[in-house]
């Protein structure tokens, strides 16, 4: 999990290391999926999340993946029609939602 959570944290749009597949609007695939550690692979259950103070921290990397990857689409005038990361996001707070219920925990109608 901790592993899964600093690849998300700490890559680097920059990084020579990444392929062409892996930037601009797919920026977040590598992140997501690397080393077969998926979001549906590595949250099975909320004891493999740790508690909500995990969660948020996922939760906060999966948003900067997102906003780094519309600010390089910005700046390199890219306007794709639809962005990974934010299909990552999506997929993430499902993936918490789903386990947080099946934990038992409190819930609220918002969602």
């Not at 992140?31 to 549906?40: M, N, P």
């Not at 099975?44 to 103070?53: D, E, F, L, M």
């Not at 996922?58 to 639809?82: D, G």
């Amino acid at each position: 999990m901790l592993s899964f959570l600093d690849r998300i944290k700490n890559a680097n749009p920059n990084s020579p290391d990444f392929s062409e597949d892996d930037l601009y609007a797919s920026w977040g695939h590598y992140q997501f999926t690397a080393s077969s550690q998926t979001i549906s692979g590595v949250l099975t259950s909320w004891k493999s999340v740790g508690n909500t103070s995990v969660a948020q921290r996922l939760l906060a990397a999966a948003l900067k993946t997102s906003k780094v990857m519309w600010h390089v689409c910005f700046e390199q005038a890219i306007q794709p029609s639809s962005f990974l990361s934010d299909i990552y996001i999506q997929l993430l707070i499902d993936k918490l939602l789903e386990l947080w219920k099946d934990a038992g925990g409190v819930h609220s109608s918002w969602y």
